[in-house]
């Protein structure tokens, strides 16, 4: 038998684990930042690769690019678009939510990951440069917190209606001292910047991976305070620098990114140029599972040494492309596995708060992801207590929350009413749609008044409590310091009973009178909704109350006629019957007033006006 040395190699060298056939399939980003490509295109931008002209995208991806990366602005057409660096268009927005989706598209027609890079700024955002947006100036903090979390969102959600969802997320670049403005020092204003565009993204789809960029990870770059200071106040998943100049092979990178790495996070170069594709994708791979990759910024022209030769609009792939194409090869790059995720399911989430109080969540919306974190808050308003959950909790805590949303939510909340006057009703003790609280226009009563929204819609609900029912005269509190009429409809619990009352102009702003309207009132709790049915709005609402002046007064017989009993004999009981309804008319009406308490007609307490009434009955039985 012959020996076969080769079988015998072959099989001792597959036990001891030495043949490695290939490179063993590495979740890796080989990722570009082409965010010019458009406006390239738009000068008349060809791009050749091996004497072909092709679309720029099919060129990257022939050369194992798998990850995009692209820059969006808060208002390019007031900033980075007039500043025409690319030389295209001023006059075009580019960079703007349409230029995203529009290069989005490309991105997942090619099956690659998609980086969206928010500058959180009209312009370039990097070292030292952090503008704040012009629509965002003047606001506070708080304002601005929430511009940018509605700025996120707004993107987010365009993205994703298009079924274009971002794997990755930066919010703020190069954001080494300050984003839109507000400066690290101020740490905690300048997180409420960063994490409300976070928030947005958790909101949208909390399995999208958040990035926080360093434009100098280099220890004479301030990188390690920085870092901590990101670590300790900003939700994130992973840090990415730029790294451009190196003053020791890199080494400084190395250093910095080996303190994120130490805290079991992810770290990524998300710019660089060509001349240091083997350096930064080097350093990455000794990360291991921490070293996620790494974007060259702007190849096809960027720097002294692109990826394209370039004549004229001539752009051709050169031997710096095949050297990154080489990387990917080399390390086997295939995409995370978080990327290409179908977008996160979304589950309905529907509360109903009965009159009295509202229902805060931390996550707003009646749709949320899958697995999102949700904290619902039962909030009663003033002179009403919160009683506990109906639907799917049955607690008395104010706080319900819910770990991992895995289900439909469906939540009541009860409020009773507790305030000792069930007569008058302060406006801005309700609640609002598209509607503020404001106290700016003196001569109101309580607190404030309510400003309905110049828009048709707009409204207040005031919850009232009400021991009877009937017909009952309100009277509203307002002022109208516009020179039109304001007219609202007003119902109650969701039923209009006057389509459309008139708040004529008041003049001034500081003009508070009154308008009285009959409704008819349900006993016990009821809302009642004052809703703008005009682009003007509703008037400022300061308070309503229950008129009960206006009731008959309660006829009563003269005391000596009382003790004498002179009603004849044979008489009707009708004067019974008419004094027992006032009685009650009266009792009713004292009821709202009083809250309650002792009622009095003409001096003369209403339970002894009653034991009249009924000595007056039992005389003439
Ligand atoms: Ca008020």
Known sequence: MKFNFMNTFKKAAIAMGVIAAAAIARPYIVGVDVSWVLEDESLGAKYYHDGKQQDLFDILQDHGINFIRVRTFVNSCVGYATESYSGANSKVCWCDLDHTIALAK???????????????????????KQYVPASWKGKSNAEMGKLAYDHVKTTMNALMKEGLRPDMVQVGNEINSAVSGVSISKTAEFANIINS???AVRDIDPSIKIVMQHGRPRPDGGF???????????????????TYGTTNN????????????????????????????????????????LGWGTFVWEPTRYSNKPMFDRDGQKYTANARLDEL??????????????????????????TAAAAGGTIAQSIEGSEIAEGSKVTFTAVPLEGWEFTGWTGDNSGIAKDYTVASLNKEVNLGANFKFVAKDSLNYEAENAVFSNTIFEDKHAGFSGKGYANLDNAVGSFVTIPVCLPSEGEQKVRIVFANGSTANRPVSIAVNGEVQVKSQDF????????????DVVLKMPAGVSNITFTSTTADGGPNIDKIQFVVESIDPVVVPPADEKDSAKVEEGSTDSTTAIVNRRLEQSRAA???RNGGRSFYVNGRSVNELQRRASRIKTFNK
């Open 197 to 199: 565009g976070v928030k």
């Open 224 to 242: 390690e305070s920085w870092y901590n200071k990101i670590d300790a106040n900003i939700d994130y998943d992973a840090i990415c620098g730029s």
């Open 504 to 515: 004529e102009s008041t003049s001034e702003w500081t003009n508070w009178t009154s308008k």
């Open 106 to 128: 490309r991105i997942k027609a090619h099956n690659m990951g998609f980086f969206l890079d928010f500058h959180m700024s009209d312009t370039w955002a990097s070292i030292g």
């Open 590 to 592: 004292l009821r709202l």
């Open 325 to 350: 194409a080489a990387i990917a090869k080399q390390y086997n790059a295939t995409l995370p596995d978080w990327v290409g995720a179908k977008a996160v399911k979304k589950l309905t989430v529907k």
């Open 250 to 289: 890199g080494q400084d990178w190395r250093d910095m990114f080996g303190l994120v790495t130490k805290k079991k996070k992810p770290v990524l170069s998300c710019e660089y140029t060509a001349d240091r594709t083997k350096l930064i994708n080097g350093i990455m791979n000794d990360f291991g599972d």
